[in-house]
């Protein structure tokens, strides 16, 4: 990394001392990791195979990993690898963790911002992003730091496309693609270089960011957008977004927990002129809350 020191990885020491370090993070509450710049990592500095004797305890050999193993000497909850579309190598899949994918992201935006109304059932078609990573190895962002614009471009999902970006976040949430997806909460920028709001000099003096909540315990973020783009002032106001935060979100994060790990069982599609509609069913709510579905499906079907 630029201006860092170099650290050899190579080095037993030094896997030792990195290893240290991550186990205080995990006993402070810590329970991902995403491996900045991980290709230029060898596979055998963050996860080595094992190839012992036999004689290790505490379930290593099971899992085909050593004692020494820097990444998986703990229970993590998720590992994934910033990747930049280069085809995954076998060694990595298995012992390393998840990819992050950044081309499912621009598919989705392209389709949703770009094409025709003719050409929107393409969007249906959308199952994944960089080539030979399949879903169950993938990690979807829908916005990330690295993938930001200094304004708003309806090819750049970030909050600064407005109304637009939202509309997509959320179909990003209910499209039944990915077993892991990542959403953004951040701030708001006028360079790339700033930090969070109360650090706007890029020189790497300290500084002190404005707190999230005000003084009565109320988050401080911007409020959903109706507009699209947001308009300039607002694009560039230095305040927190909190995209986590907008209407709908919290919703369909519960939806999408609800449906995990269950085969989408039957889909309908209707076309009224213009406007695609899309009805999908999940297996998990086919049973016992059918009815509410039901429901809930006659209720949007009369307001249409």
Same mark, same amino acid.
């Given at each position: !990394?630029?201006?860092? *020191? ?5 080095? +037993?020491?030094?896997?030792? !001392? ?6 205080e993070l995990?006993?402070?509450? /810590? ?17 080595? *195979? ?5 004689? @290790?305890?505490?379930?290593?050999? +099971? ?6 193993? !820097?990444?998986?000497?703990?229970p993590w ?6 990747w930049w579309?280069? =085809? ?10 998840? =990819?992050?994918?950044?081309? =499912? ?12 109304? &003719?050409?929107? *059932? ?21 916005? =990330?730091?690295?993938?930001? #614009? ?16 939202? +509309? ?7 499209? $039944?693609?990915?077993?892991? %997806? ?10 790339? &270089? ?23 315990? @109320? $988050?401080?973020? @911007? ?5 699209? *783009? ?18 709908? %979100? ?28 899309? /009805?999908?069913? $999940? ?8 009815? !509410?579905?039901?429901? &809930?499906?006659? #209720? ?5």
């Amino acid at each position: !990394m630029y201006e860092l *020191p170099d650290f050899n990885t190579e080095l +037993q020491e030094v896997r030792d !001392m990195q290893f240290k370090h991550l186990e205080e993070l995990y006993h402070i509450g /810590i329970t991902g990791l995403r491996v900045d710049a991980a290709i230029y990592h060898h596979v055998y500095e963050l996860a080595e *195979p094992w190839q012992g004797d036999g004689e @290790l305890g505490g379930g290593a050999e +099971q899992y085909g990993l050593r004692t020494d193993d !820097m990444l998986n000497r703990l229970p993590w909850d998720l590992i994934y690898q910033e990747w930049w579309g280069e =085809y995954p190598p076998q060694d990595r899949t298995d012992y390393v963790g998840l =990819y992050r994918d950044v081309a =499912y992201r621009w598919h989705l935006v392209n389709r949703l911002s770009n094409l025709n109304a &003719s050409e929107l *059932p393409q969007l249906l078609e959308l199952e994944g992003g960089v080539f030979g990573i399949s879903q169950d190895m993938a990690v979807y962002p829908f916005a =990330y730091h690295d993938g930001r #614009s200094k304004d708003a471009d309806p090819e750049i999902a970030t909050y600064k496309n407005g109304l637009a970006f939202h +509309q997509q976040q959320k179909f990003f949430l209910s499209w $039944p693609v990915g077993n892991s %997806v990542l959403i953004w909460g951040g701030y708001g920028w006028r360079d790339l &270089s700033h930090g969070p709001p109360g650090c706007d000099r890029a020189d790497g003096d300290h500084c002190s960011p404005k707190p999230v909540y005000d003084a009565n315990g @109320l $988050p401080q973020c @911007l409020r959903a957008p109706e507009l699209s *783009p947001l308009p300039r002032t607002a694009a560039r106001e230095r305040r927190w977004i909190c995209e986590h935060r907008w209407q709908g %979100v919290a919703g369909l994060v519960h939806f999408r927990k609800a449906c995990r790990g269950h085969e989408v069982t039957q889909t309908w599609k209707l076309v009224l002129k213009h406007i695609l509609i899309l /009805i999908f069913r $999940p297996r998990a709510l086919r049973n016992e809350n059918h009815k !509410m579905f039901q429901r &809930s499906h006659h #209720s949007r079907s009369n307001k249409t």
